[in-house]
């Protein structure tokens, strides 16, 4: 393919390729113009449970959920204009069809003479930070709820105080009017 080729013939030895294929730890992908997955890192076997194997030579699209489809299109005219698209919120495709969450960054490949070789995406797990954003946000909303209620149990109780007491002071007075009037018939 051409992108092998050009990292071949490139003064870039290829030992020194593979050390920084293997030293990111985070999904490194590289896809062809076409949108063919070239070449991918360990760590979509570690996160997406897929083999280098199973990969290669699959259409991109196959990493994602279809709902992102029309996301990557607009990534990809993105990069047309400006090389590159960093912390796309991106769902891959793990091998058993769960949803990994990523921040995706593309980037354009050119060679020397700035032909367009294809596109290098590194994507970083961001499940837990996602879950702890969604943990954080039903506790707030929680939070909110009780806050309503209490709100509400205060405008209410505030409401019933002066009626309870207006309804005793009403009592008192009867009762009071009522001894009253037995003092004075006793006293009679």
Not at 118 to 126: C, F, L, P, S
Not at 142 to 162: D, F, G, R, V
Request: charged residues 25%; proline residues 2%; hydrophobic residues 35%.
């Amino acid at each position: 393919n051409m992108l092998g080729e050009e990292l071949k013939a490139s003064t870039v030895s290829r030992d020194f390729m593979e050390s920084i294929y293997k030293g990111v730890v985070d999904i490194l992908i590289i896809i062809t113009p076409d949108q063919t997955i070239d070449r991918v890192n360990d760590a979509v076997v570690d996160h997406l449970g897929y083999s280098p194997q199973d990969l290669i030579g699959r259409d991109f699209k196959t990493l994602l959920s279809t709902e992102d489809f029309s996301f990557l299109q607009e990534i990809q005219q993105h990069l047309a204009s400006n090389g590159a698209y960093h912390n796309a919120e991106l769902r891959l495709l793990r091998k058993d069809k769960t949803l990994l969450e990523t921040s995706a960054s593309f980037s354009s490949l050119f060679d020397n003479q700035k032909n367009h070789l294809g596109t290098i995406v590194i994507a970083k797990d961001i499940t837990h930070i996602k879950t702890t954003k969604r943990e954080l946000k039903m506790a707030k909303e929680k939070a909110e709820a009780a806050n309503k209620a209490k709100s509400q149990y205060l405008a209410n109780t505030s409401h019933a105080i002066p009626t309870t007491i207006n309804r005793w002071r009403g009592f008192l007075d009867l009762l009071s009017g009522a001894l009253h009037d037995t003092y004075r018939t006793e006293q009679l």
